[in-house]
Each structure stands twice: as C-alpha cells, then as structure tokens.
Nanobody, 127 residues
C-alpha cells in the first residue's frame, strides 16, 4: 500500500518556477515508479513525467521537456517535479501516481498503469 500527497502548487506568473512534491507513505514507495499527470476541467488526465524506482530513468512528455525535471529522494519518500518557465497552458491540477512494478516504459503514459493516486494540487499560471 502506498499513500501519496501532493504539495507545492499555487498561483504564479508566466515564466516563474514551482516545485511540486509528492510525499509518500508505505513500504513499497522506494520500489515504485512514480509519475505526474495533470488535468484541466472537462478533459482527461494527461501524462507529464515519470521516474523509475531508482531515479536512473525518467520520461517526460514533449511539451515539458527542457522546462520540467522529475527527481526523487527515496530516503525522504518524496518525488519532485521542478517546473521552470511556466506557461499559461501548464495550468491544471497535478496528480502523482505510483506503479509498484517500478519501471518506466512507453506504457508509463497510461493512467491505468498506476495503482495509487494522490488527491492533486492546483497549479495556476497567469499570462
């Protein structure tokens, strides 16, 4: 069992930075792959980034590459999403999710690959 809690969202201006945190409890966190998804009202959740259990493999969607970075600290049971040069279109509720299988692959973009989800944190970017 893994319980996830996101934090770090807020209201920022275009060009600003935010760091989201996904804090986890549960013994399987350090062996789980963790992903960030985001969702705007009326639309499906979109994949943003994923990191494998060790932190050695990451995968980001094309429209955040070069601006976002995903990392993890297994000693702190936390995964981070560093978001730089934020754009209006980054506005969404951001969710973290855990896949106990631990690996990152092309399938990591799919919601159903993840067993555990957090409640989300709102990121609003004003233009």
């Amino acid at each position: 069992q893994v319980q996830l809690m996101e934090s770090g969202g807020g209201l920022v201006q275009a060009g600003d930075s935010l760091r989201l945190s996904c804090a986890a409890s549960g013994r399987t966190f350090s062996s789980s792959a963790i992903a960030w998804f985001r969702q705007v009202p009326g639309k499906a959740r979109d994949f943003v980034a994923a990191i494998d259990w060790s932190g050695s493999t990451t995968f980001l969607t094309n429209n955040v590459k070069g601006r976002f970075t995903i990392s993890r600290d297994n000693a702190e049971n936390t995964v981070y999403l560093q978001m730089n040069n934020l754009k209006f279109e980054d506005t969404a509720v951001y969710y973290c999710a855990a896949d106990p299988r631990g690996v990152v692959s092309g399938a990591s973009v799919l919601e159903y690959e993840y067993t555990y989800w957090g409640q989300g944190t709102q990121v609003t970017v004003s233009s």
